[in-house]
């Protein structure tokens, strides 16, 4: 998985979304419920809001810039599961 892709899914799953505000375009994801491919051991659905994510993904730059304006999503500050080794 992709680390923008994997800084998408943890924004999502923290309950927040990030949208770049130099992207003039998002797209709207309706709310549902879907079975994950590995993590859940009962096999049951999760339940997802609706959320909005920019077609376009997340530069380093534009990362950093984040990192540094919300400390709370330092990657120590971060669950372990949100945050890869390197």
């Given at each position: 998985m992709s680390s923008s892709i994997?800084?998408?899914v943890s924004l999502i799953v923290g309950g927040l979304c990030l949208t770049n505000p130099?992207?003039?375009e998002t797209v709207h994801v309706k709310k549902g419920s879907y079975i994950p491919l590995y993590g859940a051991k009962d096999g049951?659905?999760?339940h997802?809001?609706?959320f909005?994510?920019?077609?376009t993904?997340?530069?380093?730059k534009e990362f950093?810039?984040?990192?540094?304006a919300?400390?709370?999503w330092r990657r120590s500050k971060v669950k372990r599961i949100f945050a890869e080794d390197s």
């Open positions: 994997l800084w998408y130099l992207s003039a049951s659905e999760i997802v809001e609706a909005s994510i920019d077609k993904p997340v530069t380093n950093l810039e984040f990192v540094q919300h400390p709370a």
